[in-house]
């Protein structure tokens, strides 16, 4: 309804919205169809459709994403196929990196903070474009230079993000230790009746009980 408001449509009724909300409805469908294919925040195998100056696109005719030039292996051509990340530029374009970071959507791992502004703190996660962590997902407050656990997942603009929170559910159970073994590990979150939970190795569930805590 706002953005009618700002085309001076005067009148707001069933007509107008089918005219503005049929086309509009189906863009959105074609791009997150587009994105779901092209899984966003997955590394991912595909063909090179077409080749151009600026680089090669990967996928198919109707659903291809850039690889830029740069980036481009020495010897592609059409046909190849190519193990990419899919991401977004520096201007929110889908795009693809034949670059890998430190984790992909729904897994964890530990990241170094770069810089904290007044929106949130941005991540080294091994790619050119650093990784935003709102505010909202933070569990604590950090400082450039830390090392947090956290998780990928992809927010309501559908664009890539990070969480601190949430982080015990992705945590793998079927870890090769025993009993007796000693072990390394970070802590990731206080503040629970049952103890402190641990990453150790930085993947594998675990969890110092209430009564052994002396944090």
Same mark, same amino acid.
């Given at each position: 309804?706002?953005?009618?408001?700002?085309?001076?449509?005067? &009148? =707001?009724?069933?007509?107008?919205?089918?005219?503005?909300?049929?086309? =509009?409805?189906?863009?959105?469908?074609?791009? *997150?169809?587009?994105? /779901?294919?092209?899984?966003?925040?997955?590394?991912?195998?595909?063909?090179?459709? &077409?080749? !151009?100056? =600026?680089?090669?696109?990967?996928?198919?005719?109707?659903?291809?994403?850039?690889? $830029?030039?740069?980036?481009?292996?020495?010897? !592609?051509?059409?046909?190849?196929?190519?193990?990419?990340?899919?991401? *977004?530029?520096?201007? @929110? *374009?889908?795009?693809?990196?034949?670059?890998?970071?430190?984790?992909?959507?729904?897994?964890?791992?530990?990241?170094?903070?770069?810089?904290?502004?007044?929106?949130?703190?941005?991540?080294?996660?091994?790619?050119? &474009?650093?990784?935003?962590? $709102?505010?909202?997902?933070?569990? &604590?407050?950090?400082?450039?230079? @830390?090392?947090?656990?956290? !998780?990928?997942?992809?927010?309501?603009?559908?664009?890539?993000?990070?969480?601190?929170?949430?982080?015990?559910?992705?945590?793998?159970?079927?870890?090769?230790?025993?009993?007796?073994? !000693?072990? /390394?590990?970070?802590?990731?979150?206080?503040?629970? @009746?049952?103890?402190?939970?641990?990453?150790?190795?930085?993947?594998?569930?675990?969890?110092?009980?209430?009564?052994?805590?002396?944090?």
């Amino acid at each position: 309804e706002r953005f009618i408001r700002r085309l001076n449509l005067q &009148k =707001f009724n069933r007509e107008n919205i089918s005219l503005f909300t049929v086309p =509009f409805c189906s863009l959105c469908y074609a791009v *997150r169809k587009m994105e /779901n294919q092209m899984e966003l925040g997955k590394k991912i195998t595909l063909k090179v459709v &077409k080749k !151009t100056d =600026f680089g090669v696109y990967l996928g198919t005719e109707e659903d291809k994403v850039l690889l $830029p030039k740069n980036e481009v292996p020495e010897g !592609t051509d059409v046909g190849t196929e190519i193990t990419v990340f899919i991401c *977004r530029d520096s201007q @929110d *374009r889908l795009i693809a990196t034949i670059h890998q970071p430190v984790a992909q959507v729904g897994e964890t791992a530990y990241v170094e903070v770069k810089e904290v502004t007044k929106i949130g703190a941005f991540l080294d996660w091994g790619l050119g &474009k650093d990784l935003f962590l $709102p505010y909202k997902e933070m569990t &604590k407050k950090v400082q450039p230079g @830390d090392e947090v656990l956290v !998780t990928l997942y992809i927010d309501k603009s559908r664009r890539l993000c990070a969480s601190m929170k949430k982080l015990y559910d992705l945590m793998r159970t079927d870890s090769p230790y025993k009993k007796g073994d !000693t072990v /390394n590990g970070r802590i990731y979150e206080f503040g629970h @009746d049952f103890g402190t939970f641990v990453a150790v190795d930085d993947c594998y569930s675990a969890m110092i009980p209430a009564h052994e805590d002396c944090s």
